[in-house]
């Protein structure tokens, strides 16, 4: 019975009951997406390069070593000379390994020259694989292959002519015109910076430095393509490079060999350890978005109980014919109460159908827009959340659930005067 009046009884107000699930369901859609985008966003960041068991680099901090050869932010301290990196990669723990030159840009955007092995074990998320859109890897000198996100934003297509520039800036005097380059491909969109860089071959990056000095064109000194051909163009120092071990015990083994490395200060780095390092420095504003988040749930509460008292004031006489009827204050409270976990329960689902629908409408746009991958997934601790947000909501019941409670049957039928 009880319930069959809270239904009438919402049903009599369904304007004001609408406004207050609408409400609490926005709310609840905000904090559950920013729950949702915080925890893809930081599985995402971890996954930023995957199945690699070991980056490295010129010694240094190894959070300075995954910025400049993941992330292509900063410079390097120093770089490894060709015969380091031969004698490492050729040791018989080694799997694969993948050489990185940095140092070149085009408008803004990382040259990163490195070798075949990149397209076949660079790997991304959940071991992703490098995907291309349009066009093939690169495979001579002169030849460019795109990021998704350089191609989108320059408007590049495969067969158009590439001028790289000397240096990391945006905007750079010391330019390599007289070698430019072919776009041959334009990889898929990953959601990593491989998307805002331009993919070369290592000779590549040997050929339009012939000829230079301290990052200056020497005059006189330029060469044609037949000139080129005639050169050995194998690179005499690289940036930093990517290793897989064959087995996962050698991996620790390895790194200390490499630290300890003889020929040269080197750093080896674990790609996870490194990461998780990064995160605690960046991690902050993930807090700071579940904090503002949790603030409009407290808001859209705070809207209901401002629903319920009003709807109660206007309630007096009908709480008052109610205990006429047999009902007792208990009765009230109670069916005050059930109205307000009612309607905390209903904008709970209406605002995780609201966030789940707008997921898999914008996931594909979001991904090819922002790089922003959002799974379909029920995020880890969503339901503690939502426990706690039906818990004060149920509290937020409690005040007109009183008030309900403390009205007599003498103030409900008693005209104020």
């Given amino acids: 019975m009880l319930i069959d009046l809270l239904w009438r009884s919402l049903l009599n107000r369904r304007s004001t009951a609408l406004l207050s699930i609408l409400t609490i369901g926005l709310s609840v859609a905000l904090l559950a997406g920013v729950e949702k985008v915080r925890q893809d966003m930081r599985e995402g ?65 990382r040259v990163v020259g490195t070798s075949s092995a990149f397209f076949d074990h660079y790997r991304y998320g959940h071991r992703h694989e490098l995907k291309l859109s349009a066009g093939r890897a690169f495979q001579g000198i002169h030849e460019v292959t795109l990021g998704a996100e350089v191609a989108a934003r320059l ?21 390599h015109k007289d070698q430019p380059f072919t776009v041959v491909g334009i990889l898929a969109p990953t959601g990593t910076p491989v998307d805002q860089s331009l993919l070369v071959s290592l000779e590549s990056i040997t050929a339009i430095h012939v000829g230079w000095r301290a990052g200056v064109p020497m005059p006189g000194q330029s060469v044609d393509a037949q ?21 996962k015990t050698q991996v620790f083994q390895m790194q200390r060999a490499i630290n300890r490395f003889a020929g040269e200060p080197l750093l080896a780095i674990l790609p996870g350890v490194a990461l998780q390092e990064l995160w605690q420095v960046i991690g902050s504003a993930e807090k700071a978005m579940l904090a503002i988040s949790a603030c409009v749930v ?29 009902a007792s204050p208990l009765n009230l409270l109670g069916l005050v109460m059930m109205e307000a976990v ?32 959002l799974t379909l997934g029920w995020p880890d601790g969503l339901w503690q959340l939502l426990v706690l947000v039906l818990g004060a909501g149920t509290l937020v019941g409690m005040l007109p659930a009183w008030q309900a409670w403390r009205y007599t049957l003498a103030d409900g039928l008693t005209p104020r005067t």
Avoid: C
């Fill in 45 to 109: 960041f971890f996954n930023t390069v995957s199945g690699t068991d070991l980056i490295v680099g010129a010694r240094t901090g190894q959070v300075e070593l995954l910025l400049y050869s993941v992330f292509h932010l900063g410079s390097a301290t120093n770089n490894i000379r060709w015969q380091s990196y031969q004698r490492v990669a050729n040791d018989a723990a080694v799997e694969w390994s993948v050489p990185l030159s940095l140092g070149d840009s085009h408008k803004g955007f």
């Fill in 155 to 175: 408007g590049y297509r495969t067969g158009d002519k590439v001028i790289i520039a000397h240096g990391l800036g945006s905007t750079s005097f010391s330019q």
């Fill in 227 to 247: 000139a080129l051909a005639e050169l050995d163009l194998t690179p005499k120092e690289i940036t930093a490079f990517l290793l897989g071990m064959k087995s």
């Fill in 298 to 326: 407290l808001a859209g509460l705070t809207g209901m109980l401002g629903v319920l008292l009003t709807g109660l004031q206007q309630r007096r006489r009908e709480l008052a014919l109610l205990r006429a009827i047999g």
């Fill in 342 to 373: 009612l309607l905390t329960a209903a904008g709970m689902a209406v605002g995780l159908g609201l966030l789940w629908s707008a997921l898999a409408l914008a996931q594909t746009g979001l991904f090819e827009t922002f790089g922003l991958y």
